[in-house]
């Protein structure tokens, strides 16, 4: 607040003769159009963010006066009156209106200052509106006249009797650019279309002549065919050292590979500039676009030569430049908060380009541990688990074994082989042994639409729980199930789909939909390869195949996000996130990873993840603190989750750090519940009458910094309702400033957990 309000007194650091901006406005005109005009205010002449002027003013002053060298980047320089800027501005307007047919059009301005601070307004009369009152074309090149006559319709934003409005006719003029250079015309270029505006003959109506010339001392634009390509391929350091690799396919592509590394065969899947064909400036931008999703190449640069010969022809040369073949990245994540901390650490080697046809090999191992903060003794001492993951995978830029390119012009797909092992420790209580192997085939239906199927990836699992933790579970009550599905060995054969739209507009500021479902089937392979080959069965009448139990389950969960963009970098997000998992045949529950969990870093954020639900289940129903100290990280978890955010985010700061920092204010609600009641999580069933008394609701702010490649991002959710509680004591922000009585009755019941009202998140990347 003393940052901010240290802004009102930034006048006091001027020199006599200066002014500062205090208020911009566009009068005279509708609001939409006064919205619009302002943008063509220049930006050193708009009001200052209080904010970020006063961090300026923090750094740039001394002695009550502004820096006059050595100023630091941070913040914003104050905005002071300007009269060449100004001039600028009010010109800039007067034409955007020009251009929105108010031809008469004129703007004034006006200044007033008063204490060193100034407002300015910017009062346009408009005048009348024309419209058009008739469109005529002159297009002398007869082929170029009935080429674009037979598609105008088809996009043309210019009509009759329609206000009179330049950016239609520069969209129009777009468009017939790209109308002719899909069909041969590689030399047309926008400035050959031109129009005419006739305001003489009729009051507030203008006529309209649209004219496509032809080339300086030309009759005629020139369609061109595709000859011959040469592809080559540099060095990673953009060298052409040695003697290439050299080789010719389809009697067209002549490719020379100074690199050594790469399959031509694959490059020229990508390559749908072809010998013959009429040029295309699609195929180009296609072209490139695959070409880079290929991910082994950092430079590409296409470029088309004339052929010295009576038939218009074109050469196509390809220079490229692969990215570094291999690397390694070494990533590291701390948590912490009042009960646990922990750390996360991750190496992963890439190979860009294995066998030379751009498959990609990850190499990856992850270590996480968590230590019990409230413990004593050594660090050993305080473990809590330990978790430790190798994995490897290859993914290969086709659909193996089959052969589809028209998948390849809606985007790269990809078969991609994995396989991962995980070493899970819970001190004293768990460890589990997952190996997981997959074959995943992901390409895309259009730009928009993903697609990703698994047929068949293969689970086996040794999961065992220590003596003494059993015998604790069985004395707090009846917790047979839960053992029964984690003491075990199985093994899952399953198939997994995901459907994903408008992945590609994550990173945009505007108004779209975004959406990702998917579906897990498990066992249903297992099934019939058991009634096929008659496996035996255990002594729990539970079905094997090669002697091991397996699961049967479906599990789907949904996605639904809704941006809308108010300008700047100003953006509401709407996101529901439900999800069920359900056993059946040869299961009677999920195994406790497929079990849904609430609250985390991108979750229900005023909640650590695993801590809140299922339903109504609160911890103080385990019989004494011991058990609940044993029972962390395996309670609180269920089959069904509806999860919900609303985010609004903005721009704190332009400049800092290399980047921009911005800005959220949230509000998470959800809860995970029980399909069927279990005495293991009492009041955690999912029943409609308390359905909606039972969801969880937080809120908080967040902070981004934004430094294009990555953003940093730390979130700091506030508890409003918790569900666990019961009636009017669900609203616990009502203890939130005598939150030390309520903390100290919690401890009462529910030692020793402690209750926060604040939860911490660090995170790389955005929540969603």
């Known amino acids: 607040m003393l940052v901010v309000l240290g802004a009102c007194r930034a006048t006091r650091y001027l020199e006599k003769d200066q002014a500062l901006i205090k208020a911009v406005k566009v009068k005279g005109i509708n609001k939409k159009m006064s919205e619009q005009a302002y ?56 034409k955007y209106l020009k251009a929105k047919g108010y031809f008469n059009a004129r703007v004034k301005t006006d200044i007033k200052i008063k204490n060193q601070c100034a407002q300015i307004t910017f009062l346009a009369d408009s005048g009348l509106r024309f419209q058009i009152r008739n469109i005529s074309y002159e297009i002398p090149d007869k082929e170029v006249f009935n080429l674009h006559q037979s598609h105008v319709n088809k996009f ?5 009797g329609q206000v009179y409005d330049q950016d239609s006719l520069s969209y129009d003029q777009g468009q017939t650019f790209l109308l002719l250079q899909r069909n041969g015309y590689y030399d047309y270029l926008k400035p050959y279309m031109r129009v005419s505006v006739d305001t003489n003959s009729h009051s507030n109506q203008a006529d309209l002549k649209i004219f496509i010339d032809n080339p300086i001392d030309k009759k005629k634009h020139t369609v061109y065919k595709i000859n011959n390509s040469v592809i080559k391929i540099k060095n990673s350091g953009g060298t052409e050292e040695g003697l290439p690799d050299t080789v010719t396919l389809a009697s067209q592509y002549h490719f020379m590979d100074y690199s050594g590394y790469f399959n ?116 050993f001492d305080r473990v809590l688990s330990t978790d430790f993951n190798l994995g490897a995978s290859v993914s290969v830029p086709a659909l193996i074994p089959f052969n589809l390119p028209k998948l390849g012009k809606n985007g790269v797909p990809h078969t991609i082989f994995s396989s991962n092992f995980q070493f899970f420790d819970q001190k004293n209580k768990f460890i589990n042994r997952v190996f997981t192997n997959s074959v ?74 975004y959406f990702k479902g998917t579906l897990n089937l498990a066992g249903n392979t297992s099934n019939l390869l058991n009634r096929i080959f008659n496996f035996k069965t255990d002594l729990g009448d539970v079905k094997t195949v090669f002697g091991l139990p397996y699961e049967q389950y479906v599990k789907t969960e949904l996605d639904f996000r809704i941006y809308r963009f108010f300008g700047g970098d100003r953006q509401l997000v709407i996101r529901f996130n439900p999800g069920i998992g359900i056993p059946y045949g040869n299961s009677n529950a999920l195994v406790f990873e497929k079990n849904f969990f609430a609250g985390g ?17 609160n911890r103080a129903s385990i019989a004494n603190d011991t058990d609940r100290q044993n029972f962390r990280n395996l309670d609180q978890n269920g089959e069904f989750k509806l999860e919900g955010n609303l985010e609004y985010r903005f721009k704190l700061i332009t400049k800092l750090l290399g980047g921009s920092l911005k800005a959220a204010f949230f509000t998470d609600f959800g809860n995970v519940w029980r399909l069927k009641q279990n005495s293991q999580n009492p009041n955690g069933e999912i029943k409609l009458n308390t359905f909606f008394d ?49 903390k100290n009755n919690y401890s009462k019941t529910n030692s020793p957990d402690s209750y926060n ?3 911490w998140n660090f995170g790389i990347g955005m929540p969603f």
């Open 39 to 94: 943008q063509f205010v220049q930006i050193d002449i708009r009001k200052n963010s209080r904010f970020n002027l006063a961090l300026y003013n923090i750094f740039n002053t001394k002695k009550g006066k502004y820096k006059k060298d050595k100023l630091k980047t941070i913040g914003e320089a104050p905005h002071l009156v300007d009269s060449s800027l100004i001039e600028i501005s009010r010109s800039q307007i007067e």
């Open 156 to 160: 043309t934003h210019v009509h009759k």
């Open 264 to 379: 031509a065969k694959m490059i020229k899947k990508y390559l749908f500039i072809k010998k013959d064909e009429t040029y295309n400036i699609d195929k180009a931008n296609l072209t490139y676009d695959r070409l880079y999703a290929l991910n082994v190449f950092r430079g590409l640069k296409i470029d088309f030569y004339k052929m010295a010969d009576s038939v218009p022809r074109l050469d196509v040369y390809y220079s490229i430049i692969p990215s570094k073949k291999m690397n390694n990245r070494v990533e590291g994540e701390y948590q912490f908060n009042t009960g646990r901390t922990g750390f996360k650490v991750a190496d992963t080697y890439s190979n860009r380009n294995l066998f030379g046809g751009a498959e990609l090999l990850q190499l990856t191992a992850r270590y996480n541990v968590q230590f019990d903060a409230a413990a004593s003794g050594s660090w």
């Open 440 to 513: 995943t085939y992901n390409w895309a239906e259009s730009r928009y639409k993903l697609h990703s199927f698994t047929p068949l990836g293969i689970e086996y699992r040794i999961g065992k729980l220590d003596l003494g933790f059993i015998e604790e579970l069985i004395n707090q009550g009846d917790n047979l199930l839960f053992i029964n599905t984690n003491n075990r060995t199985f093994i899952n054969l399953g198939s997994q789909y995901a459907f994903t739209y408008n992945d590609i507009k994550l990173r945009q500021l505007s108004n779209f939909l």
């Open 601 to 617: 870093s991108s979750g229900i954020r005023a909640w650590e993840a695993r801590t809140l639900g299922p339903g109504g289940y």
């Open 694 to 742: 039972q969801m969880a609701i937080g809120s908080g702010l967040g902070l981004r910094l934004d430094v294009n490649y990555f953003v940093i991002r730390v979130d700091v959710g506030v508890k409003v309702k918790d569900p666990q509680f019961l009636g009017s004591d669900q609203w616990v922000i009502s203890h939130f400033f005598r939150k030390q009585e309520f």
């Open 757 to 759: 009202f604040l939860q």
